[in-house]
């Protein structure tokens, strides 16, 4: 992985940097020794590491566009970052970059139960959006793993999501409102507590786009009233092929749950030996199917997806008799991280999306490819929504073994690419996935999207390193092809 | 004057740079029902969009279809239909209201990021949008997006296609995400609501766990050309889902608010007709002589605002989204309301555009009148120099659909 060249010009201007920053965030708010910068060293992507140039830690508004406004005139750049918990390097620092933590910004602003939404500023926590209206019986829908950590602010910029958004989606489709500072200063507000924009839905480009085009200051989202009741079932499956034939035969009754999640054998486990819920261990594959609502609706549902099941050789159904056990089947489901973490010193986790037809087909590939490079693999899998989560397992000790995970992980999301998918579901591209870029995107794909980001932010200084595996001149961008005298074109139909 | 009407990509890729060559601008025409949506357009040339059209891929148990743009919203539909899926945004035709020319196009809706009432719980166009590929004003085919549900790989350029009107792209093939279709639907009525009560009630019932897909107000005197008597302020609440739920969950509602007014329910068909009538603006289209204002406002402010402009003009209205879309139908005089309505928009405190308190859109007018005012909200000026670039980076010379939304664009 290649990183921008830093500019050894600006590292050398360190100090001097810093006592400019200084002057617009006062006291602790400026992080220059070495050992207080390498705490910011990498996000949740660990194989990265970068201490930044300097770190600034801005309260207000006022702040963050002086940051923004210095930072331009003196052509520095910037890298955003809200908890740094990314695991794709979105929040990866540079040497000769400013590292800009939105961690102060951590108030909920407004509640407004009438209009059922909440402004907060960007460094609150996910769960803490959803605990400030807990009392009222209201939540916030995306519940990405990190959510005890990470912030809404980083969610907006990663278009966060989690195992409940097949039914309730993305974060994009849960924001309200964005205030946001441009590279220049500049404060635009996007949205507000009404539905959509007057104009281009520039608050829909900013989610999602990695700290590349403005930095969020405030963020207005949805709330939506609990559910009434939720329960979940527990099918096992001796093929891997009949739990992705359940999952398209419940989607083809009509019935979209809150949550679906496969999980493989290694999964199953690796999961099972850490938490002890009584996960069946002689099945391939291992689905957990959560409806939520109505107490009528989910009991009516559970028993059509009982039949389901049953219909596609489940070889073994438990459906949740109260909330603990609804609980106790997610734990494992949810702890299967730290339980692969257990049995390999090292893991590295993947993060494409297929449709799901392909589904037995990616995990047979991808079990050959485990083979061919020496690697055990575990995978867990948002199978409502095609999203696909390989564990590589490693060892960062035994040399070479981190390059050999990385080219594995790499071959499974070109073939991800290949059935018809995508590079990223919910991770985003960040450093990680940057240079495939060019497995999905040809060169003019590309191009419209840095234009895009040339239209934000002219000079590249916003996070660059980031998504797009290579830097292009907005100049150069910017340039028509157009030959003159291709007109009339007398070969087009007109009519 | 040039009508393009190319058969593929290539073609199309041909017909937006021939344009650009000459430096000749486009209107871009699906099934031209729309053409009365945004500012008057005149342009040397026409690009007809309509023969990229027809379903390509479509797999219902992938909850995604793909088709090209200019493929016929109904026949979409009737697709979508016979497997028992619907596009869970409710676009509305809008056939009335423009005056039945034309037919919707699935990429129609999305370019105008068009939604009926079911906004409030399954969003609008833009977020059932997932990819396409097209010509931008460079005269260059690119794509962005997927074909997969979930899918956050580089920017999200559908978010925006969804509402740049065909001023950015001409769209050639289009994904979008489907759902099921509910099995069963309800409509729980409440009468005698004056415009406050009604917006309460309405917060109240998007506020329960009875997962409400529809909340509109038909206040006193606004008729509905159906079989169901408005005489007084009517609120009307939809439920959908199995069956057995869909019953549970009226009951509650007809329990939980029959103190606030004569509470009745309407069966599944009726209630199909009811919130297809409100999607398609059918209490306003009778006012044909009109101006119609679609106005988006926190939904707690929805009475407030139509109560200000009602006091102001002669006005009729009604509410949907709970109150945070408001349609106004005023009189085609002068600006046709536009400086009242922005300023109720707006509020006594008066916080300014572009202060996150809404939006208005001239959403049918004379020719003269959309030139003459803004069809969509003035931004500040940070906002609008960065639209500006966004415009440029797509179509630097203006030739798709320029000043479609703001003048000299």
């Known amino acids: 992985m290649q990183m921008p060249l830093p500019d050894a010009a600006v590292i050398l201007r360190r100090d001097e940097i810093a006592a400019a920053l200084r002057l617009i965030v006062p006291g602790e ?11 910011y060293e990498s996000d949740g992507l660990t194989a990265y590491r970068q201490p930044p140039l300097v770190v600034v830690l801005p309260s207000t508004l006022a702040q963050v566009a002086s940051v923004m406004r210095y930072c331009r005139d003196e052509g520095i750049k910037i890298v955003p970052r809200g908890a740094g918990t990314s695991l794709s390097g979105g929040a990866l620092p540079l040497a000769d970059g400013v590292l800009l933590g939105m961690a102060k910004f951590n108030r909920i602003l407004d509640i407004d139960y009438d209009n059922r939404c909440v402004v907060a500023q960007p460094g609150v926590t996910n769960l803490g959006i959803s605990n400030a209206v807990a009392g009222a019986g209201f939540y916030y829908a995306p519940d990405p793993s990190s959510q005890i950590a990470c912030t809404i602010g980083g969610n907006v910029a990663e278009n966060s999501g989690g195992v409940h958004c097949l039914k309730y989606g993305l974060t994009t489709n849960n924001l309200l409102g964005l205030e946001i500072v441009l590279i220049d200063g500049e404060i635009v507000r996007l949205g507000g507590k009404h539905f959509d924009a007057g104009g281009y839905d520039l608050m829909g480009v900013l989610t999602g786009s990695e700290g590349l085009l403005g930095v969020v200051t405030e963020v207005t989202v949805r709330i939506l009233p609990k559910p009434a ?34 999980m493989d054998r290694p999964a199953i486990h690796a999961a099972e030996d850490f938490v002890r819920v009584g996960y069946p261990l002689d099945v391939e594959a291992l689905l957990i199917v959560e409806l939520d609502g109505p107490a009528i609706e989910v009991d009516h ?92 397992l490693y060892d960062a000790n035994q040399p070479g073994e981190i390059e050999r995970a990385e080219a594995f992980g790499a071959d499974i999301l070109r073939l991800c690419v290949a059935v018809g998918g995508v590079l990223t579901g919910e991770h985003g591209v960040g450093v990680e996935k940057r240079d495939l870029m060019g497995v999905m995107f040809n060169d003019a794909d590309l191009a419209h999207q840095q234009r895009l980001k040339c239209a934000f932010d002219p000079d590249g200084l916003l996070n660059p390193g980031k998504v797009f595996p290579q830097l292009h001149r907005c100049a150069e961008l910017g340039r028509l092809h157009v030959h003159a005298g291709r007109l009339p074109h007398p070969d087009l139909p007109r009519f | 004057m040039t009508r393009f009407v ?64 200019a493929t016929p919203l109904a026949e979409i539909e009737r697709a979508l239909d016979a497997a028992g899926q619907m596009l869970a945004f409710e676009p509305p035709a809008w056939k009335m209201l423009f005056g039945g020319g034309g037919e919707p196009t699935l990429g129609g809706v999305l370019a105008c990021n068009l939604a009926g009432p079911r906004r409030i719980k399954a969003g609008a166009a833009r977020d059932h949008f997932l990819g396409f590929r097209g010509v931008s004003g460079r005269g260059e085919i690119f794509k962005a997006g997927g074909k997969v549900v979930k899918n956050v790989t580089g920017y999200d350029l559908c978010k925006l296609m969804a509402g740049s009107y065909g001023t950015l792209t001409a769209l050639e093939e289009v994904t979008v995400k489907v759902l099921p279709r509910p099995e069963a639907v309800a409509t729980v009525l409440v009468a005698g609501v004056d415009p406050p009560a009604a917006v309460r009630l309405m917060a109240a019932a998007l506020g329960s766990p009875h997962e409400v897909s529809g909340a509109a107000y038909l206040p006193t005197g606004t008729a509905l050309a159906l079989a169901l008597p408005i005489d007084s302020g009517r609120v009307a609440l939809r439920i959908e889902g199995p069956a057995p739920s869909v019953a549970a969950r009226r009951d509650s509602l007809l329990r939980e608010h029959s103190g606030a007014g004569r509470a009745e329910s309407l069966a599944h068909s009726e ?77 006594p405190e008066g916080h300014g555009i572009g202060h996150g308190t809404g939006h208005a859109t001239l959403v049918r007018g004379s020719p003269a009148l959309r030139r003459a005012v803004s069809v969509f909200e003035q931004q500040p000026a940070p906002l609008a120099a960065l639209s500006r670039r966004v415009k440029e980076a797509f179509d630097p010379v203006h030739i798709l659909n320029p000043g479609r939304m703001v003048e000299g664009l």
């Not at chain 1, 708010?29 to 705490?39: D, K, L, N, Q, T």
């Not at chain 1, 329960?231 to 092929?241: D, K, P, S, V, W």
């Not at chain 2, 073609?11 to 344009?19: G, N």
């Open chain 1, 29 to 39: 708010g400026v992080i220059v020794s070495e050992p207080e910068r390498r705490a």
């Open chain 2, 271 to 347: 209630s199909i007709a009811l919130w297809r009538a409100i999607g398609e603006v059918a209490p306003l289209t009778a006012t044909a002589e009109r101006a119609v204002w679609r106005i988006s406002v926190a939904p707690a402010r929805g009475a407030e605002v139509a109560q200000a402009i009602a006091r102001s003009l002669d006005t009729t209205w009604f509410l949907d989204w709970g109150g945070g879309q408001v349609w106004a139908a005023v009189p085609e005089t002068g600006d046709a309301g536009a400086g009242i309505i922005r300023a109720a928009i707006r509020g």
């Open chain 2, 6 to 69: 190319p058969a593929d990509l290539d073609e199309l890729r041909d017909a937006v740079a021939a344009a650009l060559a000459a430096e000749e601008p486009v209107e871009l025409v699906g099934g031209g029902s729309k053409r009365g949506l945004g500012r008057p357009l005149q342009t040397p040339h026409t690009l007809d969009l309509s023969r990229l059209a027809g379903i390509r891929d479509y797999a219902p148990s992938e909850l995604v279809l793909t088709a090209g743009a």
């Open chain 1, 301 to 392: 549902l559970i028993d059509k997806v009982e039949a389901i099941a049953r219909a596609n050789r489940a070889t073994s159904i438990r459906i949740s008799r109260d909330e603990a056990e609804r609980v106790a089947f997610w734990s494992g489901r949810k702890a299967a991280f730290p339980a692969v973490g257990r049995i390999s010193p090292d893991y590295y986790c993947m993060d494409g999306t297929i449709p799901r037809a392909r589904l037995a087909e990616v995990l047979a590939r991808t079990r050959e490819l485990s083979e061919q490079y020496g690697l055990r693999v575990a995978n867990v899998f948002h199978a409502g929504d095609g999203n696909l989560h390989p564990l590589i």
């Open chain 1, 229 to 262: 009741t939720a329960r979940a079932l527990l099918i096992g499956f001796a093929e891997t092929e009949d739990a992705g034939n359940c999952v398209a035969a419940v989607i083809g009754a009509g019935i979209i749950p809150g949550g679906m999640e496969m």
